[in-house]
């Protein structure tokens, strides 16, 4: 997958993943955009959910829409070398470290122009 990537090993169903990688997360309440933190951070990631390691605390479901870059290798027949993946979930779980996401199963991916 990448130098970003450590996958871990665990009690959990699903491959966990740590990837630090800058991350545009927006929140929602009730159809409407609250607000949007922005930056590199750490992010666990599975095929179901993501944990968000952030000092700003996120109320238990609420809905987030998450996009980040992916630097893939062999990118250049794409003219690109990175992909975007937008994702979209609802928080299940706060603390004082940061925050779960059960993802939902939409997804989008595109490439990113250098």
């Known amino acids: 997958m990448g130098s970003t990537t450590i996958p871990i ?5 699903d491959n966990r993943f740590d990837l630090r990688l800058p991350l545009q997360l927006t929140v929602e309440q ?15 990631l599975s095929q179901r959910g993501a944990y968000v390691l952030a000092e700003t605390k996120i109320s238990k479901g609420r809905k987030v829409f998450m996009a980040f870059t992916w ?7 794409y003219e690109s070398d990175k992909l975007r ?3 979209e979930g609802k928080v299940i779980r706060s603390d004082p470290s940061g925050f779960a ?6 997804f989008r991916v595109s ?3 250098p």
């Open 9 to 13: 090993k665990g009690s959990r169903k």
């Open 111 to 113: 490439t990113v122009s």
């Open 71 to 77: 630097p893939v290798d062999y990118m250049d027949k």
């Open 85 to 87: 993946v937008d994702l």
């Open 101 to 106: 996401v059960k993802l939902a199963e939409t």
């Open 30 to 44: 009730d159809g409407a955009s609250q607000y949007s933190i922005s930056g590199s951070s750490l992010l666990n």
